[in-house]
DNA sequence: AAACTAGTCAACCGCTAGTCA
DNA sequence: GTGACTAGCGGTTGACTAGTT
């Protein structure tokens, strides 16, 4: 097939930057006729620019909803831990960022983040040490080597440093689900196995906040989970949101629907659907005990983590499978904690 | 003051995927 | 099934600005 040239050059068609009178062309043509239709709009609106150009003004610079300024704090982080899921999905992550454009994020990557992480010591490709050569974290998947609640600020903290016990980031992301996940149901000194004595939920306390999320899995996925404890990918939900407690029921098409409360552990983590991946049940068929595994609970990334910290420490596991089961009976409240951020620093800090 | 360098960011380019006739 | 067309994406470029020599 043969593409066809976006912008005729023999057309006369303008490039360069757009001028105000441009500008207001444009605006006022979208103003009466709205989005779309974006090759034969400059005709329409009497610009000698194509359509490509014109539609790129328009998602970049011109739309009402787009934000100004400097990047906040928090936008920065959120940069940072969603680049980490997407890597250079530039509008992934603008998707995490209302009033931000792809472009305007793919700037302030280059410019801003990736020089302060080099300057870190951190790979902004990886987001991993980049002197930590020989360090077993570097065969993890490159996305998981990253704390997704750092923040400039946090990369600087010493205190991190010197609490972390041989794990990678990753780890202190995955045990922070848990924690958020189970709260202090989780047995103090299984955790203790994991993280080291005095670990940081003797005390928490638990808050509830519950939104819903319907999602759908396929049902070889639902049978899939059958094999519940085999830490294997193709056991994998891939696709499913973080949610917790969670209904399920199937439609006509086989699928499964899953009815689920989220929970979330930091600001940056919030409404951020990748970060979990609860279980659901899929009764299809299969015995309760097998609709139960970690194969629903977790992602990629999360399996990928299990194997490398915590798969062989069989009191951690035991724990987490108690855990599914009693969500599964609905044996106790499940309680996010997410509010308790102090909870979560604690936990990361363990980590770095 | 002029020349040079580095940083920033809007805009462009090339490509792919989806849709439709 | 095929090709034309459209929209959107990520990488790159280049104009502009600020800082330095």
Redesign the pocket.
């Known amino acids: 097939?043969?593409?066809?040239?976006?912008?005729k050059?023999e057309l006369g068609?303008?490039?360069?930057?757009?001028t105000p009178e441009?500008?207001q062309k444009l605006l006022s043509y979208l103003n009466r006729h709205g989005?779309?239709?974006?090759?034969?709009?400059p005709e329409k609106a009497g610009l000698k620019?194509?359509?490509?150009?014109?539609?790129?003004?328009w998602?970049?610079?011109?739309r009402p909803d787009i934000k100004?300024g400097?990047f906040t704090e928090d936008e920065e982080r959120s940069i940072i831990s969603l680049h980490a899921l997407?890597?250079?999905?530039?509008?992934?992550?603008?998707?995490g960022l209302p009033g931000r454009?792809?472009?305007?994020i793919?700037?302030?990557w280059?410019?801003?983040i990736k020089?302060r992480l080099i300057k870190k010591g951190i790979d902004p490709v990886t987001h991993k040490g980049i002197t930590s050569g020989t360090d077993k974290s570097e065969n993890l998947p490159e996305k998981q080597n990253v704390n997704l609640t750092t923040s400039d600020h946090d990369l600087d903290n010493d205190k991190a440093k010197k609490n972390n016990k041989n794990f990678g980031l990753s780890s202190a992301s995955f045990l922070n689900k848990v924690a958020n996940r189970f709260g202090k149901r989780i047995n103090q000194s299984v955790l203790s196995e994991i993280i080291g004595s005095g670990g940081p939920l003797a005390s928490t306390s638990h808050t509830t906040n519950t939104t819903t999320t319907s999602v759908s899995v396929d049902s070889e996925s639902i049978k899939s989970t059958s094999s519940s404890f085999a830490p294997t990918s193709n056991l994998l939900c891939h696709g499913t949101v973080a949610t917790t407690p969670v209904s399920s029921n199937f439609d006509v098409d086989g699928n499964v629907n899953l009815t689920c409360s989220s929970s979330t552990f930091s600001d940056s983590s919030v409404n951020n659907p990748l970060m979990y991946c609860d279980n659901f049940v899929g009764n299809n068929n299969v015995d309760d005990e097998d609709t139960i595994g970690f194969s629903t609970f977790l992602n990629d990334e999360d399996f990928m983590m299990l194997e490398e910290s915590c798969v062989e420490n069989t009191a951690f596991m035991k724990e987490l499978t108690r855990f599914l089961h009693e969500d599964e009976n609905d044996v106790v409240d499940v309680t996010p904690v997410y509010e308790r951020q102090d909870l979560f620093d604690e936990i990361d800090n363990y980590f770095g």
């Open positions: 097939m043969v593409r066809t040239p976006c912008c050059a068609l303008k490039k360069g930057a757009w441009e500008d989005e779309g239709g974006w090759r034969t709009l620019r194509c359509g490509k150009s014109c539609r790129l003004r998602a970049n610079y011109l100004r400097e997407h890597g250079n999905k530039w509008s992934a992550i603008a998707r454009t792809d472009n305007e793919k700037n302030y280059n410019t801003h020089k």
